[in-house]
């Protein structure tokens, strides 16, 4: 650590005054080994991140401290130096810590994953943390969050970089609906994730320790245990505090990674650079535009457009905005030239559509892989409805979006624990040549229409050789005929599900799918329906 990060830390000390209490000495540095090299890829991989609960708060404004004034992040040629000298936290020693700092250093290649994705994110957190005049230890909060990932989920329904649950995400203004879900916009969440931090800084009289729990856990339940531990004359810092074993980690997870990123070299790491330089430029569109066509302007490729803008929910920016676009710094330049020489009409592009008679908007809406409300409201249907021999404006899709946006649009609107799973045990049948739905339900001693319902299929529908049917047999007919081995899970088709969207999110592939449940591209899942699958019960996400 320099002596410059050393006297910045010093002079910011009186913002954590009472928050630390005197603990033992630190340990002895663990021994010398090789280092390990982490790159800085670029790479996507997604990583389970903690689940969080935040709570409301205000927006107050905290003063940039007199010791910091002098700071300049454009002097560091490496993002990790910048970061490095911005860290203001006392040096706490506390047995929690080391567990945390223990399993950084012997997960490197967590770090790598991590820090992949981090690179097209930070330079712009580090720099909105250092308008604020905040510790730069906030840059890292990230990686204990959501490890990264703004497509990043929990159980309690927090989404993006900063893990916003819906409440909180709506108190501090991120717009969410069909279209767009800020939380997940890197620009937008990080805004409202530092204005939190800050009023949760006042609320707690600048004990960032305090603030921080209180982002994990909410403010009511700190300043909670804080009235129990004084009224019982007890130390009310962060260390003495009765909180959720969660929180009670994660406080300690953020401060082992700020010793870790400190001082890399004593825990045998090495962290190549990343430029301490823009990654991407935010580019006004004026409308909404497709996201296949906005990559294509810009002259990058489609992935790299979706994970600069992940807040997006659909295959088209929001029509009633934000009407911007993030793309890659060098290809900022293009994108602007280019949007200026597109039409409108061309940026969104759609069929149209002569009703026939007996059609409904939801089957339209259906055919094109949109909703009715999209159609709806494209052609301005007060009610609703739409009569044979009317023209619709039909938007025209022009790629497929990723896998992770599919499944981060089908949790907008609901947890992600669904309640439409129910766990019964596997009986998978593989389909031979020649075979039927009425020749495998005799053979099994069972209905050909309990078959065909088990499997959401027509008692008529053709089989293909390979196709894997759930049947009911005994455990040795089973045995002897192939059936997969896994957990076997019922899944109800909600409003909005798609095939890639369920593969993703219970880690099958599209093909399996569809083949359990005698799938082919032209069958449309509907809602309601139960879709069959099988877990490997040892298989576990990131």
Known sequence: MTTLARHWMVGCAALLLGACAQRPPAPAAPPAREPVVIPPQRASE???????????????????????????????????????????????QEPAIDVQL??????????????????????????????????????????VESAYEPFAYSRSRAAGLWQFIPDTGARFGLKRNWWFDGRRDVV???????????????????????????????????????????ANGRPADFWHLRLPAETRAYVPKLLALKRLMAEPERYGLEFAAIPNEPYFALIDTDSQIDLKIAAQLAGTSYDELVALNPGYNRWATDPDGPHRMLVP?????????????????????????????KETL????????????????????????????????IPQISGQLPDKVLLAALRVDRPETDRG?????????????????????????????????????????????????????????????????????????????????????FQVSVSQLKNWNG????????????????????????
Request: proline share 3%; net charge neutral.
């Open 188 to 230: 937008e969440s990080t805004r409202a994730a530092l204005d939190y931090l800050q009023a949760l800084h006042d609320q707690f009289n600048g004990d960032w320790l305090l603030a921080i729990a209180a982002y994990n856990v909410g403010e009511n339940g700190v300043q909670r245990e804080m009235d129990f531990n004084r």
């Open 421 to 505: 799973v129910r766990k019964q045990r596997q009986i998978v049948y593989r389909v031979r040549a020649g075979e039927t739905l009425s020749s495998i339900a005799r053979r099994h001693g069972m209905p050909v229409s309990t078959l065909a319902r088990l499997n959401n299929l027509g008692t008529q529908d053709t089989l293909v050789k390979g196709q894997r049917l759930v049947i009911k047999a005994s455990a040795r007919r089973l045995r002897d005929e192939g059936v997969v081995s896994g957990r076997r899970l019922l899944y109800t088709v909600r409003s909005g599900d798609t095939v890639y969207s369920i593969s993703r999110q």
């Open 519 to 542: 799938l082919n591209e032209h069958h449309q899942i509907k809602v309601g329906k139960r879709l069959v699958m099988y877990v490997d019960s040892n298989r576990q996400q990131g």
């Open 329 to 357: 710094i060098d290809n900022a330049d293009a994108f602007e030239a280019a949007l200026k020489t597109l039409s409108a009409d061309d940026r969104v592009r759609f069929v149209s559509h002569e009703v026939g008679r």
């Open 102 to 143: 223990a399993w950084f250093e012997h997960n490197p290649d967590y770090l790598e994953r991590v820090f992949q994705r981090a690179q097209r994110y930070m330079y712009h957190i580090i720099t909105e943390v250092e308008a604020r005049g905040m510790p730069l230890e906030f840059a890292l909060l990230p990686v």
């Open 46 to 92: 997604p990583i389970a991140p903690s689940d969080t609960g935040v709570a409301l708060g205000t927006t107050p404004t905290l003063t940039m401290p007199r010791e910091w004034q002098h700071h300049n992040g454009e002097d560091y040629d490496d993002l990790f130096d910048r970061v490095r000298a911005g860290f203001a936290f006392d040096e706490v």
């Open 362 to 393: 939801a089957g339209i809406a259906k055919e094109y892989g949109t909703t009715p409300a999209v159609i709806a409201k494209i052609n301005d249907l007060k009610d609703g409805k739409v009569a044979a021999g009317h023209i619709l404006k």
